[in-house]
């Protein structure tokens, strides 16, 4: 069965930090990995995705996320995080061409 | 820019009424566009998908005689939940793929219903 987890609901840091939101699959087949950002009663924009390739994936807004086969991985992280970064992040697995599962969604707070 | 759009952004309504939202692809004739439903602090769920000139595709559960989805356009897919009831309220979601294979999916700011 193709799941999404994300195990963490919400994620402190403060600004300036680096940050990480965790996401691991389950697929049967190549995965197909997204990561977007949701801000307050507005939908989701998209920010990186994992097709093939380097395992490094980098994104809009100075995110980057690593893609680990061996451990079903594909975290979202930032180097430096803004408190403008603060929203929902939903980790999303692609399958059957177009079909997206998306994660329960994590709680970013950055803190000045 | 927004290449989705959605109409309205929110809508407040009596209990047994029905309400049409909708969904427009901006600057691409989208033949698939998706309906998702999210619930406060909860994740996405997908609803359906809507197919244009033919019939959407239900996902186990949603009622396709309450939601009922029209693609009558390359450019318009709507979304009309019928004799609406408190539980209906939730924020609904449209979105469109970006196009070719295994890309994202670009998504619509949302529309808040609110069943009185």
């Known amino acids: 069965a193709q799941s999404v987890a994300q195990p963490e609901d919400q994620v402190n840091v403060a600004e300036g930090n680096p940050l990480t939101v965790k996401c691991t699959y389950s697929v049967s087949g190549n995965p197909y990995l997204f990561w977007y950002v949701q801000y307050p009663n507005r939908g989701l924009q998209f920010l990186l995705k994992y097709i093939t390739g380097d395992n490094l994936v980098k994104g809009s807004y100075g995110f980057e996320a690593e893609f680990n086969k061996s451990q079903t991985s594909f975290h979202l992280k930032k180097p430096s995080a803004l408190v403008s970064d603060s929203a929902l992040y939903f980790c999303?697995?692609?399958?059957?061409?177009?079909?997206?599962?998306f994660g329960a969604g994590t709680r970013l707070t950055v803190k000045p | 820019g927004a290449v989705v759009s959605q109409h309205p952004s929110w809508v407040i309504c009596k209990s047994g009424t029905s309400v049409k939202i909708e969904c427009r692809s901006l600057d691409f004739q989208a033949t698939t566009m998706f309906w998702y439903r999210q619930f406060p602090k909860q994740s996405l769920m997908l609803m359906a998908t809507s197919n244009e000139g033919s019939k959407a595709t239900y996902e186990q559960g949603v009622e396709k005689d309450k939601f009922l989805i029209n693609h009558a356009s390359l450019t318009l897919s709507t979304l009309t939940v019928t004799s609406a009831h408190p539980e209906d309220s939730s924020f609904y979601i449209c979105?469109?793929?970006?196009?070719?294979?295994?890309?994202?999916?670009?998504f619509g700011p949302g529309t808040r219903l609110t069943v009185l």
């Open positions: 999303a697995l692609m399958y059957n061409n177009n079909d997206m599962r």
């Open positions: 979105s469109r793929l970006a196009g070719g294979t295994y890309n994202e999916q670009f």
